[in-house]
Every structure is written in structure tokens, then in C-alpha cells.
């Protein structure tokens, strides 16, 4: 059973660019959530999905956008990208409910310059 | 708003016990989750309170007060590979918004 799955691995944008990321859930995880980690602090959320609508939002502006698709894999968008933008970025899968596990990708490392 | 707070860092040796502390303060607490991350892996899920109280899983235990806003986690008989960062979540309102705070990060000596 694959655990939840990232790519890509790496990326290396130009400030003012767009990027895509993507986020397969473990199997039979229904709930994604994303979050940004910077160097040296804790995870900070962006948004979560549920049947492929926006449910939770963070302090994050517009740039950073997301989509579901039926299969509950999931996408991230930036645009008009920032240097500091520059992260880690995390998507996290679980099963609908409140208090259930979520289970952590290994992350996308992006870097603007 | 949310406010997490724990040590940035801490050191412990080797077969000794470390606690790690964590305040929060927060509305529409539902629970406390503590992850571990090793430097450059993704988060990896320890332990979920949800009632006051010590929850206990091996050689890690977690424990619980709602009332204060306040948990720990405690490491038993630690190892080198214990070095890493562990981050206290706290789990509010509906839908399972996570925020984390910083993260302790421990290094374990000989």
C-alpha cells in the first residue's frame, strides 16, 4: 500500500512564475491538506480538501490555490511566485472525520530564485 | 487565533528520559497530536490526545491538560536516532484544521 505520494521531489522556479504541485493520498484517505514548511519552523497549513471542495483555509493569500479531483488526489497552485515561497511544501492525507491520523508526503522542496 | 509554544531546542543523552513541553493556547480545542521529523523527511505521527491524562506507546508517552492548555511529551531510554525535531499540533474548530508550532528540536549525545 503506497503511503501518500509527491511530486515532484524538487523545483527550482524564477520568481513571477507559476507552479504546480501534486499530492496522491494513501489509499483510502478521502481528506488532503497542505501546508508550507520554511526552514527551521513547523508546518504552517494552507487549505484542506473534502469531495473536492476547499474546507479549511489558512493565512495564506489568493496565489496559493488548490483542487481535488474525484480520485482524491489533490493539486497545489502558486502563482506569481515570491521568493519567499521558498519551502517545503506538504500534503498531508486522512480519512473524514475529527480525529483521525494524518499521514504526511515526503514533500516538495521549492525553491524560487 | 492560535499560539503554540515549545522549546526550540534541547539536548539529552543517551538511555536518559527527555520531556518536551507544550502550551497552547487556542478555541475549539479538539486535540493535541505530537509528530517527529527527521531533518529533511516528512512529519511522522506519534500520538493524539483527546482527554487529560497520560497516553503511553512503548518508549514515547504523551500526556494531557486541557484545563491549562498544556502537554508533554516524554521519551524513555533514548536512543541516537531519537535526534530530531518533534512538533506539538493542535487540532481545533471543525474539519480537522492542524496548526503546529515550531518544533523542538533534540539532539541526543553519547
Known amino acids: 500500500d503506497a503511503g501518500v505520494t509527491q511530486s515532484p521531489t524538487h523545483l527550482i522556479k524564477t520568481r513571477g512564475q507559476q507552479v504546480t504541485l501534486r499530492c496522491s493520498p494513501k489509499s483510502g484517505h478521502d481528506t488532503v491538506s497542505w501546508y508550507q514548511q520554511a526552514l527551521g519552523q513547523g508546518p504552517q497549513f494552507i487549505f484542506q480538501?473534502?469531495?473536492?471542495?476547499?474546507?479549511q483555509r489558512g493565512n495564506f493569500p489568493d496565489r496559493f490555490s488548490g483542487h481535488q479531483f474525484p480520485n482524491y488526489s489533490s493539486e497545489l497552485n502558486v502563482n506569481a511566485l515570491l521568493l519567499g515561497d521558498s519551502a517545503l511544501y506538504l500534503c498531508?492525507?486522512?480519512?473524514?472525520?475529527?480525529?483521525?491520523?494524518?499521514?504526511f508526503g515526503q514533500g516538495t522542496r521549492l525553491t524560487v530564485v | 487565533g492560535q499560539n503554540i509554544d515549545q522549546p526550540t531546542e534541547m539536548t539529552a543523552t543517551e538511555g536518559a528520559i527527555v520531556q518536551i513541553n507544550c502550551t497552547y493556547q487556542t478555541s475549539g480545542f479538539n486535540g493535541l497530536f505530537w509528530y517527529q521529523q527527521h531533518a529533511g523527511e516528512a512529519p511522522t505521527f506519534l500520538s493524539y490526545?483527546?482527554?487529560?491524562g497520560l497516553e503511553e506507546k512503548g518508549r514515547f508517552s504523551s500526556f494531557l491538560s486541557r484545563s491549562k492548555g498544556y502537554s508533554y511529551l516524554l521519551l524513555k531510554e533514548l536512543q541516537m536516532k531519537d535526534s530530531a525535531s518533534y512538533l506539538c499540533?493542535?487540532?481545533?474548530?471543525?474539519?480537522?484544521?492542524?496548526?503546529f508550532g515550531i518544533g523542538t528540536k533534540l539532539q541526543v549525545i553519547p
Open positions: 499540533a493542535v487540532y481545533s474548530g471543525g474539519y480537522q484544521k492542524v496548526t
Open positions: 498531508a492525507s486522512s480519512l473524514g472525520g475529527p480525529n483521525t491520523e494524518a499521514f
Open positions: 490526545n483527546v482527554l487529560d
Open positions: 480538501y473534502y469531495e473536492e471542495e476547499e474546507r
